[in-house]
């Protein structure tokens, strides 16, 4: 099994996977009855108010199981998964033995329910478990990240308590999930999709092809858009669960990518793949309104991961240029070079605070689609420009593989684009900046 195919370092994951569990008890002892807005001074008074009647904190606070939960991570990631970075890379593959570690050590289930095997913590402690994985690996952390604010999440809120019990224990110890919505003719118009989902006694038949499903080669279970009554348009959209070996199913060959190279980009295609009505996830033709609501929180992921990719980028630089001497004298004490990390070190922090504050608003019940189109857009840019400016100041080395930067340069494109572009994340914010203006 991948379980015991987990090597030397498997003693240390079961250890660090002991270090979360604790959450559990922390979760308690902090009272999960009380809801998380008010553990944080927020007020529950009013979902859209912005005023606390406590003294507010600042979102980079964190609730002591959260940070528990960023430590185990980064520690994780620092002694298990950046040895294998360069490789997996290098081979456009995770290894196995990684994505159960990630099972293991606690990371896939973090929303989760604790009757479901869940830790039961939070959205911003799911998020920071995204932060910390990115700045070593992107690529696993997007696996993590889509895992947990999109498939999760999707179970967790709108499945019947039959799929919910069938699924969610699985998916917090081995089972990957994968959420296919794009097709060839449907990217930033995801409505226009074209997979259909024909009713024939009790089930549905499914034909249609996705594009550019992450985890697809490695998942165990597909939530799959598809539109139950074509004449009604988006609002015959359905999503429907559908196990990886139901016959019909079939992946694709995997993307040969620029960047997060070892996270799996496949197509999948569904030919003729019959699906019982009880595996409809929530309402015939919600679909759309699901996928509306669940694209929010995975902005916000997206948001952590490209934050956390452009801190890994800044740790990596930073060493370097205070022990590298021209000139006799330290780069890093040239103007020009603190004047670079420090514009780089305030923008990586301007956006974990616009991620964290949409992370933060998300969970007292605000609505967020403007702040998680912010916390994208901007974290985005900012990986870009900082993975960019950190090659820049590594010179000749950071233009090589070996010092791993080129990587996260790479990487940081991604963030451009999928879960929505730059440009659709504009058009989001000046749409709800307009809307008060409406002639």
């Given at each position: 099994?991948?379980?015991?195919?987990?090597?030397?370092?498997?003693?240390?994951?079961?250890?660090?996977?002991?270090?979360?569990?604790?959450?559990?008890?922390?979760?308690?002892?902090?009272g999960r009855s009380?809801?998380?807005?008010a553990r944080r001074g927020f007020s529950t008074a009013s979902a859209s108010s912005d005023v606390a009647p406590a003294t507010p904190l600042p979102v980079t606070h964190l609730l002591e199981e959260e940070a528990m939960m960023r430590d185990a991570t980064a520690q994780w990631a620092k002694e298990e998964l950046a040895p294998l970075v360069r490789q997996m890379d290098d081979a456009g593959r995770?290894?196995?033995?990684?994505?159960?570690?990630?099972?293991?050590?606690?990371?896939m289930g973090v929303e989760v329910p604790e009757e479901y095997g869940g830790c039961g913590s939070s959205f911003t402690a799911a998020l920071l478990v995204v932060e910390e994985?990115?700045?070593?690996?992107?690529?696993?952390?997007?696996?993590?990240?889509?895992?947990?604010?999109?498939v999760n999440n999707c179970f967790s809120y709108w499945a019947?308590?039959?799929?919910?019990?069938?699924?969610?224990p699985r998916l917090t110890t081995d089972c990957l999930g994968a959420f296919c919505l794009s097709?060839?003719?449907s990217g930033s118009d995801a409505f226009a999709l074209r997979a259909t989902a024909r009713r024939d006694g009790g089930d549905y038949v499914l034909d249609g092809e996705k594009m550019w499903i992450s985890n697809s080669q490695e998942a165990g279970?597909?939530?799959v858009m598809a539109n139950a009554d074509p004449t009604a348009g988006y609002r015959g959209i359905t999503c429907f669960v559908v196990p990886a070996d139901a016959p019909g199913l079939s992946v694709g060959r995997r993307e040969d990518k620029l960047g997060?190279?070892?996270?799996?980009?496949c197509s999948v295609r569904l030919d003729g793949v019959r699906v019982p009505a009880e595996h409809v996830l929530g309402e015939v033709g919600q679909g759309y309104k699901y996928a509306i609501n669940i694209l929010n929180e995975g902005r916000i992921g997206i948001g952590a991961q490209m934050v956390g990719l452009a801190q890994g980028a800044l740790d990596l630089t930073l060493p370097y240029v205070h022990e590298r001497r021209q000139f006799g004298s330290r780069i890093a004490d040239f103007q020009a070079v603190q004047h670079t990390l420090a514009q780089a070190a305030t923008e990586v922090h301007a956006a974990r605070l616009v991620v964290y504050n949409a992370a933060r608003m998300k969970e007292a019940g605000m609505p967020v689609v403007q702040e998680a189109a912010m916390a994208k857009l901007l974290a985005s840019q900012v990986a870009e420009r900082v993975a960019s400016k950190c090659i820049e100041l590594l010179g000749g080395v950071g233009f090589t593989k070996d010092y791993g930067v080129e990587k996260f340069y790479r990487d940081a494109k991604i963030g451009a684009i999928y879960e929505g572009t730059s440009n659709i994340q504009l058009q989001t914010i000046a749409k709800l900046m307009s809307a008060k203006y409406k002639e």
């Open positions: 099994s991948l379980a015991e195919s987990a090597r030397p370092g498997r003693g240390r994951m079961r250890t660090l996977a002991r270090a979360v569990a604790p959450c559990r008890t922390l979760a308690r002892a902090v009380t809801p998380l807005a995770m290894e196995p033995h990684i994505i159960q570690a990630c099972f293991d050590s606690g990371f994985l990115a700045k070593v690996d992107p690529s696993v952390s997007v696996m993590v990240d889509i895992h947990n604010t999109i019947s308590d039959r799929l919910k019990a069938e699924w969610l097709e060839a003719a279970v597909f939530l997060i190279r070892a996270s799996s980009t």
